[in-house]
């Protein structure tokens, strides 16, 4: 009798990068969370990060994002990693560029996986390795009229 892992949908998905992409419009939680969808997954983990309205104790009042040339390519490069490390059936990630206000969403990734610990890890791991190895900047506008680059 065959155990639950050598079941195929236990095991990583053949091509699980689903949706990667740099975008000046709007980002849609639903598209994100479509495009993870797999009937072998048992849990989905989202993480969606939005323009707050302050920073390191002062109140900001808006942002603006850019990017390299080369951050989809490293935005891919960081998902095919995750999915070399968790048995990833979908994966999906959008990031915005240009000016937000607060409230926007900035960037939202979602991956399924078989099992609902695996796909928080491996969230946790996309989010956390595309903030600190995609040449994403941000430009903050604070309210008492200062501004600062983070990520540059």
Same mark, same amino acid.
């Given at each position: ?34 495009? @993870? =969808? &797999?009937?072998?997954? *048992?849990?989905? +983990?989202?993480? #969606?990060?939005?323009?707050?309205? $302050?920073? !390191? ?39 915005? @560029? =240009? &000016?937000?206000?607060? *409230?926007?969403? +900035?960037?939202? #990734?979602?991956?399924?996986?078989? $099992?609902? !610990? ?35």
């Amino acid at each position: 009798m065959a155990t639950t892992n050598d079941h195929p949908g236990e095991r990583a998905a053949a091509d699980p990068v689903k949706l990667i992409g740099i975008r000046e419009t709007p980002l849609s939680v639903d598209e994100v969370f479509g495009a @993870v =969808g &797999d009937d072998a997954s *048992g849990g989905t +983990a989202l993480f #969606v990060g939005t323009v707050r309205n $302050h920073d !390191g104790g002062t109140d900001v009042d808006r942002l603006g994002y850019s990017c390299h040339p080369s951050a989809e390519a490293e935005m891919r490069r960081i998902a095919e990693k995750v999915v070399a490390e968790y048995p990833v059936r979908a994966l999906a990630a959008l990031h915005r @560029v =240009g &000016d937000l206000e607060v *409230g926007d969403l +900035a960037v939202v #990734v979602a991956v399924s996986c078989p $099992h609902r !610990g695996e796909a928080f890890d491996a969230c946790r791991k996309l989010i956390d390795d595309l903030k600190h190895e995609v040449p994403i900047w941000k430009h903050q506008t604070f309210s008492d009229g200062t501004e600062e680059w983070v990520g540059a």
